[in-house]
Structures are given as C-alpha cells and as structure tokens.
C-alpha cells in the first residue's frame, strides 16, 4: 500500500477566546505537516450552539495571521474536501448516524434528564452502558412500533453508541506508546442529538477525519480518555485500516507545576495565556494578549515549541525554518510543561537583539509618537542599535533612552548629591567641547582623542 500524504487538522470551537495551549497544539500539527511536505486543515467544530461566542472565530484566525502559522485549507482557506465548519454538515453526520443504527453498533435513547436524575439516585455511581442499559428507555428495550411512535410524537432522542463490555481496546500513541483501556469503564457516550439535529464531539470528529483524510491526530492529552471510544467507532464504521495515528501531547502546567495552566495563573503573575487582546463580547472583559503586550510573533513561537519538546541539542533560539526542520514528535514529554513566563520574555530579548536595528525602529516609532517626538529615521535607528540590548520589549526603550530625544526635566537628587562636585559643572562643559572636536566616532578614534583632549585639560577624572 502507497504510503499516506500527512495531513493534520486544527479544529477549535468558537467558544471564546484562544488558550495558549491550543496555539502550541496548532504549532506542532503546522511544524509535523511542513516537515513531511503535508497539508494542515482549518477545521470549526461548533456543534455546541449554546456556547458559541460571536466574534471567536475570527480571533481565531487572526491569532494564526500574526502567529505565522499558515493552513492549506479549511474555514475561510477553501479545499475539496468541505465544508469544514460543522454546522454545515448536518446531513453527512445523519448518515453516518444511520449507518451505526441500521449496523446495531448504536441504539436511540428516549430517557428525559429528570429519568437519568432518577437512576443516578438509586444507583451509585451511574453509568449508561451494558450493565444498565436494559433498564431504560430506548430502541434496545422498547418495540420498534414503540420506538417509531415516539419518534412520529415528535420526542426528543440522542443516539447512543453500543459498547460492548470487557473487551481491551489498545491505543497506538505516538508520544505515549501502547495505551491499554478496557471498555467496560466506557460509558454508552451519546453520539447525536435530535434537539439540534446535531452529532456530539466525538461523531463529528471521527466521520469528519476520516473523509477528510486526516493521517494523524495530534492533540492534547485531556482527549487521550476518549481515544478508545474513537477507535471503537473507527472500527464500527469499518475504518480501522484508514484509521489516523494519534499523538496526545502533554498539558501546559502552572508555573508552579501544580495543575493546568488557566487564565487565573495569567491575571495572578502578570503574563497573558491568549495570543491576542481579547474583548468579551458577553461580559465585557478584556484579557492581555502576546500581541499587545509587546511580544514579537517569532518570539513566542520559539517560546510555545519548547513547552513539551527538545530538539535533542542545546539549541534554544530557533526559527520557523529550523523548527520544522527539527520537529519529532517522538521527542515530546509525556508529563506536562512547566509555564515559565519568565523565559518568554528572555526569548522575546533575544529576537529584539537579532532583529535588524531598522526593524526594530520602525516598531519603536509608534512609542515615540506616543511621547509626541518625531525625529530623523536615520537616528531613531542609529539610537535602537545602541540601547536595544537593554529590553526585553520595544516599549522599554523609551526609558532607556528617551533622554536622545527630549531633554530631561528630572535628575536624581541621590546621585548627584554623591557624585556632583564643586567642578563638575566646569569639567563636563569642557568635556563637550572635546566631544564636539571630535570627527572620527569609531571606539578606537573616540578613545584616543578623548583621552588626548581630557588630558590637555587636566580633567581625565571625568571617565576614569
């Protein structure tokens, strides 16, 4: 059999703004497709309605614009295998719902919540599946006459998947190795609801990879409890040879390491966990973003790569170019990452003194006309290539070095008490006069001619 074209997926819900934790998941997916000269699908899984966040969608995708993770096709990309937003494949998920039923690998559950209520009372620790199915309502226990009835009556049904009960399911990861579950500790999970005429998670997911040829599922850990279930329904649908190989990376940690880094760890320490600003349309909070709080798209990136990842050297400060050219999933950690927000920043150092000293003024300008200073291109960038190893963002030049610009209004009156003497003001006019006669400004011209000129003054006691 020819060997399969890599393609990956990334396929958010537009619920909200997007978790830091999915920008890696995405990076990896984008770094595994380019390395293997595959394609990387823009998929919108939004089957849940009642979460659904006007506006999310299109953070989303600017969040990857600025990021430089670019996808070959899918929600606003186009491509021939869609449509790609889920909403819009309602009929093509029926199908396949029917297909389980009319196979006996799923069955139609009529139970009410208040039903299900009922039973998680009376029996500890509930579970829909082989052992309790009998005792509720649904095509397995009820006549079709019954069944159709209902249905005509227009009363609402999920469909239930059929898991057969002590049979041990095995997980072939690609991070993780063999992962043994047995299926009896795997619930009946509900697969389609009429309510909304929409599939679950898991349904869409499957039937959507499938036809979309996807040939490996790279994705968070919190999915590798629902891995067996996915390959019970590759295997009911009679896909288990097309089936994609999985990889499930590991959590991003708090700082601390105690727990799944959350948005509270962010708003606690000072760092943002979203790759953008993000306005909530519903309660009107505004969440820092890696954009507006001054980090460079590069620097992050290289920053997210690393959070469950080595290259296997010492290399830390690495391009696109080079990722893509590194990246092994087989080198992934399987216990979570340590957030470490600090090293963000030093990465965000790095890229500002790899940076082309024009690059780095063009984005300084902005925080100079912010001060109302306009000033010469020419020594804006004569200026940053002098003072940029001292930040960490571009917006901390302006206290570097505000004082090229604008004269200071302020001294501190510690220093000058120690160091102001009763000739210093004689001895640094003299001292501008020997830097305004000087032509050659090399370090080596500089040098010899102020110590020259200080000398004939007999005020060497300036510099030394």
């Keep these: 059999m020819a060997e399969r074209k890599v393609r990956v997926r990334f396929a958010p819900s537009p619920t909200g703004a997007l978790h830091i934790g999915g920008v890696r998941t995405a990076l990896y997916n984008y770094l595994f497709a380019r390395q293997h000269d595959g394609d990387l699908i823009f998929r919108i899984e939004d089957t849940d309605s009642n979460r659904f966040v006007p506006g999310a969608e299109e953070y989303i995708l600017e969040s990857f614009k600025w990021l430089g993770i670019h996808f070959d096709e899918g929600v606003s990309f186009g491509g021939e295998y869609g449509p790609y937003r889920q909403s819009e494949r309602r009929e093509i998920y029926k199908k396949y719902v029917q297909i389980l039923l009319d196979s006996d690998k799923a069955y139609i559950a009529f139970d009410t919540p208040e039903e299900l209520d009922a039973k998680r009372e009376e029996i500890a620790n509930f579970q829909y599946d082989a052992s309790t199915r009998s005792m509720m309502r649904n095509s397995l226990t009820l006549t079709k006459e019954e069944v159709d009835a209902l249905i005509a009556e227009g009363k609402q049904y999920v469909v239930r998947f059929k898991i057969e009960p002590n049979e041990d399911v095995h997980v072939n990861d690609l991070i993780r190795g063999e992962v043994i579950i047995n299926s009896s500790i795997l619930d009946d999970k509900v697969l389609y609801k009429s309510a909304d005429e929409l599939p679950t998670y898991h349904l869409a997911n499957i039937v959507d990879d499938h036809l979309m040829q996807v040939s490996h599922v790279i994705r968070g850990e919190e999915w590798l409890p629902s891995a067996p279930l996915h390959v019970l329904l590759y295997r009911a649908f009679g896909w288990e040879d097309t089936m994609p190989q999985f990889a499930h990376l590991p959590l991003l940690l708090k700082p601390e390491g105690n727990g799944k880094l959350s948005k509270r760890d962010g708003d606690r320490l000072g760092f943002p966990v979203f790759p953008l600003e993000w306005h909530d349309p519903k309660s009107g909070e505004i969440s820092s973003g890696y954009r507006e709080s001054g980090y460079l798209p590069e620097a992050v990136i290289n920053f997210l790569a690393l959070l469950g990842w080595n290259p296997g050297n010492d290399q830390e400060v690495m391009s696109m170019d080079e990722l893509i050219q590194l990246f092994d999933l087989h080198r992934c950690s399987k216990s979570g990452a340590k957030f470490d927000y600090k090293k963000g920043i030093w990465f965000n150092h790095q890229y500002i003194q790899q940076k082309p000293d024009e690059e780095i003024a063009e ?79 090399s370090i080596e011209g500089q040098e010899k001619l102020l110590w020259t000129g200080l000398r004939k003054k007999n005020i060497t006691q300036v510099i030394s």
């Design 363 to 441: 984005l300084f300008l902005p925080v100079l006309k912010e001060h109302g200073v306009e000033a010469p291109f020419e020594k804006v960038v004569t200026v940053v290539g002098m003072m940029k190893d001292r930040v960490s963002f571009i917006k901390e030049l302006w206290d570097v070095c505000s004082f090229f610009f604008v004269a200071p209004t302020e001294y501190d009156e510690k220093t000058v008490k120690k160091r102001w003497k009763e000739d210093s003001a004689k001895c640094m006019t003299e001292l501008a006069e020997v830097i305004a006669g000087i032509e050659d400004f």
